[in-house]
């Protein structure tokens, strides 16, 4: 179960393409593709630094202060988890 001091680790062939409305993960490997809105591409560059998700959520709460942190970590957890179910990064507890 993933918690607020995992790790969190980008698999290393993932594409990152930036368009207007968010951004599309690529895998080349599994041919995997995702969609990311606004505040998924932020997460997603701060997974690039393997971040933790209490440190994701530290960021995240900066920039939406309008969202409550609990609900910002469950949001995190939920996002953080189907990526990995869908392979493009994997997290360490």
């Not at 393409?17 to 591409?41: K, M, Q, V």
Request: net charge negative.
């Amino acid at each position: 179960m993933l918690n607020e001091k995992g790790r969190i680790h980008i698999k290393e062939d993932v594409v990152l393409r930036e368009e207007e409305d968010g951004a599309f993960l690529f895998d080349p490997n599994s041919g995997r593709i995702c969609h990311l809105n606004e505040i998924g591409t932020v997460v997603w560059r701060l997974c690039q630094k393997s971040k933790t998700p209490e440190q994701l959520v530290d960021h995240i709460c900066s920039n939406y202060p309008e969202i409550s942190r609990e609900q910002l970590f469950q949001d995190c957890v939920q996002f953080l988890t189907e990526l990995e179910r869908l392979e493009f990064l994997s997290i360490s507890v």
